[in-house]
């Protein structure tokens, strides 16, 4: 059984000792390493799902997590308060619960590459042809991990090792934000990372950082079956919340879906009445009522089913893959669940956003070769030193993510993933095409 006294360890990763201040707990610090890195930032120009939008009002991967962590908060707050007593007893509040839920949402989307989910599957799927090929040609020992790819793994890596204090603890977050922040406790070669029948999908460490996780599971106390931070049932809540709504409010943003459509799909999660939105003037203020009271509800109805499977949470008994939303009340899941299916049907499938994932995977491969081969050329002379021009110019424009001396060939092939992983969207189109001579 999981206990809350180690659940919400404050000790920093790698730097043992909690840090004090006076105007900010160590989870709103947390946020603040968080919010002032610069992987952060570059959450502006990365796609939530309507890729490079003209349209100022549709959601980046940035605002995006800043609407997560608002929802986020609010529901860690309202679980908090549902278990104040049990909180008390380990001496933390509901606050503690709302600003911690709160950072690790700041941070659930910080690993994703260029181009969203399609970028990911680019990366895996390039980086495992690449591995059996040139990678086995080469005759350097190499992870097998490296044909996989996970922005919640590499999210993980940046936090942890590669930015901020680089091999120095990466953010050096407290051990919970970073308990809380592991939505799928195994790495990549683990039989449990499979969606849909294909391996190396839904994990949260890559070899290179799995002494980082066994140090954070085991100072946070994570047990059980499924050992998951409490913490992280939150948290892929208020991203499913906000994410299901947003994305069909984006829809109607671009005249994808039609305003009736979306009345129709949230007022039975708002519970609001046609006569309280004739009040509103516009479709905009409708859409703006509708939206709002949809994620009270919501809230209300995951803090419940959160108290409702309390234990099982405790005891790492519920299964990671299951959903709080899918263990609240009927009505409410059922018409979350039609706002989900129009969303696949009308959004994820669209020609515009297809077109721009296919072009997308141009510009990842092209990206991809010239780093993997600058990378290679580092780890087979020992520097760069002994590298030819072309991989030695490569290596010069990977500045923070340039590979270090005393690198194993795994961590120096590692630094090109990182690299390109890290790109917006704007400059791997941008950085595709000048490598190409255009």
Not at 398 to 410: E, L
Request: glycine content about 8%.
């Amino acid at each position: 059984m999981m206990r809350w006294e180690t659940l919400f360890e404050t000790r920093r990763f790698l730097d043992e000792r909690p840090k004090q201040a006076l105007n900010r707990n160590a989870y709103q610090i947390d946020q603040d390493r968080i919010v002032f890195s610069r992987p952060f930032r570059r959450l502006q120009q990365k796609t939530q799902v309507h890729p490079l939008p003209f349209n100022a009002h549709i959601r980046n991967r940035l605002l995006h997590t800043l609407e997560v962590a608002s929802v986020g908060r609010s529901l860690g707050y309202s679980v908090g308060t549902l278990l104040a007593e049990e909180l008390r007893a380990a001496e933390h509040t509901p606050d503690d619960l709302g600003y911690l839920v709160q950072a690790v949402c700041l941070a659930h989307d910080i690993g994703n590459p260029p181009f969203g989910h399609a970028g990911e599957e680019v990366i895996a799927t390039f980086m495992g042809h690449w591995l059996d090929t040139v990678g086995r040609a080469s005759g350097l020992d190499l992870d097998d991990d490296l044909r996989h790819f996970d922005g919640n793994a590499q999210g993980f890596r940046i936090l942890t090792r590669a930015d901020g204090y680089r091999e120095r603890g990466g953010l050096k977050l407290t051990y919970a934000s970073l308990g809380a922040f592991v939505k799928y406790p195994w790495g990549g070669a683990d039989p449990r990372a499979v969606r849909d029948g294909r391996p190396g999908v839904k994990f949260n460490h890559f070899a290179t950082e799995s002494a980082a996780f066994a140090q954070v599971k085991a100072a946070c106390g994570l047990a059980g079956e499924h050992p998951r931070h409490p913490a992280v049932w939150l948290m892929e809540a208020a991203d499913d919340i906000t994410y299901g709504l947003a994305d069909l409010e984006d829809a109607v943003e671009l005249e994808m879906v039609p305003y009736a459509t979306y009345e129709a799909l949230v007022a039975p999660l708002a519970g609001a009445t046609a006569e309280r939105l004739a009040r509103e003037d516009t479709e905009v203020q409708k859409v703006a009522l509708l939206r709002s009271r949809a994620i009270g509800r919501l809230i209300e109805g995951v803090a419940k089913a959160f108290c409702d499977h309390h234990a099982a949470i405790m005891a790492g008994a519920l299964p990671a893959g299951q959903s709080l939303i899918r263990l609240c009340d009927p009505a409410l899941r059922t018409a979350f669940a039609a706002v989900q299916r129009k969303n696949h049907d009308a959004l994820y499938f669209h020609s515009r956003k297809i077109e721009f994932e296919i072009g997308a995977r141009d510009v990842l491969e092209k990206t991809l070769t010239v780093f993997l081969e600058a990378c290679l050329a580092y780890a087979r002379s020992g520097g760069a030193a002994g590298a030819e021009l072309r991989p030695r110019q490569a290596l010069s424009l990977m500045q923070d993510y340039h590979p270090k001396q005393g690198y194993t060939a795994s961590e120096t092939i590692r630094c090109a993933v990182d690299f390109v992983a890290g790109m917006t969207d704007n400059y791997a189109a941008y950085l595709a095409a000048r490598l190409r001579g255009l």
